[in-house]
């Protein structure tokens, strides 16, 4: 008998947490991702490859340049960090190629 109970409650669990798992799934909308936008579509990608690349070359510090700042100049994402009002250093410097993702330039000024 108890084991029949507990197969009833296990159905009846399922039954009631379904639906609000296959609802969560449903609102979750995922952009298609569109071939002639390139392989960096957008500045938030340009971004974190960005910040990938100047914390591996440049170590974590790099971050203290934050917010980084993006444009998108002839199909080129040129990402650059920022520095503080009075504050004397150099910033990280990146130019990715939207299509295809090919980083052409990286520096860092003094």
């Not at 917010?67 to 040129?78: D, E, H, T």
């Amino acid at each position: 008998m108890k084991l029949v109970y507990r197969n009833v409650r296990l159905w009846l669990l399922i039954f009631l947490i379904a639906p609000v798992i296959l609802k969560c799934r449903s609102n979750v909308e995922q952009k298609e991702w569109d071939i002639n936008e390139g392989y960096v579509p957008d500045s938030t990608t340009a971004i974190q490859i960005a910040q990938i690349i100047f914390v591996r070359v440049y170590g974590e510090k790099v971050l203290e340049r934050k917010p980084f700042i993006v444009k998108l100049k002839n199909g080129i994402w040129v990402v650059d960090g920022t520095l503080e009002k009075g504050m004397y250093g150099g910033v990280p410097h990146i130019e990715i190629q939207r299509s295809d993702g090919k980083i052409i330039n990286l520096i860092h000024g003094k």
